[in-house]
């Protein structure tokens, strides 16, 4: 099954600061790759998704970009605010035993101090 | 609209019990997921269906059970509970798969004391 490795585990980031997850992958297919965030209490939610034709894609304050080479995605949030403090998964489509399943990483804690 | 609903939030049941954690949704997804989330462990699997009458097992199927008659409808039963089932679940809907969004419900929270 694909693996997805997340970190760092937590962050803790000033306001205004910016906030960097990484997440590496294994598998070199893929159509989709969403980050999803999660606040306490609630459910994930999407944040922002990524398709491989593009290297980079921006929403806002909220940028994933993509490096093929080291099979890696980062979710950089600029400007951070203490609103931004949740949980963020990245996931991938699992193409492998289970269809039509995401595997997720296992999170970052995201801490936005004031 | 309700997006993907679940009951109950929260939960209690004593080693042995059962119950049915329910989940509807009501934008006719066909894709829906039942995952288990565990502190520092991201989310996991447990069944998921790719519309009614066809249900199949994710990474941790066992002690759970789940059915689809419909296409609103993803119960999952957990039949004799022990204390490993102590954990967050959600249920989760999507149009078209893997490589579309998913929509998560708000959670149940399940303690087996």
């Known amino acids: 099954q694909q693996q997805v490795k997340q970190s760092p585990q937590s962050l803790i980031v000033q306001k205004g600061g910016i906030s960097i997850i990484n997440c590496a992958y294994e598998?070199?297919?893929?159509?989709?790759f969403p980050w999803y965030q999660q606040f306490p209490g609630k459910g994930p939610a999407l944040l922002i998704a990524?398709?491989?034709?593009?290297s980079e894609k921006k929403e806002g304050r909220f940028t994933i970009s993509f490096n093929k080479s080291a099979k890696q995605f980062s979710l950089h949030i600029m400007d951070s605010q203490p609103g931004d403090s949740a949980t963020y998964f990245c996931?991938?489509?699992?193409?492998?035993?289970?269809?039509?399943?995401?595997?997720f990483g296992k999170g970052t804690k995201l801490s936005v101090k004031p | 609209n309700a997006g993907v609903t679940q009951t109950p939030k929260f939960r209690i049941l004593k080693i042995g019990q059962s119950m049915t954690l329910q989940c509807t949704q009501d934008?006719?997804?066909?894709?829906m997921y039942w995952y288990r989330q565990d502190p520092g462990m991201g989310l996991k699997l447990i069944y998921y269906?790719?519309?009614?009458?066809?249900?199949d097992k994710g990474e941790v199927p066992n002690g759970y059970n789940v059915s689809r008659s419909t296409t609103e409808d993803f119960p999952l039963r957990l039949e004799l509970a022990a204390p490993s089932q102590t954990s967050v679940y959600f249920c989760?809907?999507?149009?078209?798969?893997?490589?579309?969004?998913?929509?998560f419900g708000q959670g149940t929270r399940l303690t087996v004391v």
């Open positions: 990524i398709r491989p034709d593009v």
């Open positions: 996931a991938f489509p699992n193409y492998g035993g289970s269809q039509g399943n995401l595997i």
């Open positions: 989760a809907s999507s149009y078209r798969g893997s490589n579309t969004e998913a929509f």
């Open positions: 598998n070199t297919a893929f159509d989709y």
């Open positions: 269906s790719v519309g009614a009458g066809i249900t």
């Open positions: 934008m006719n997804h066909n894709y």
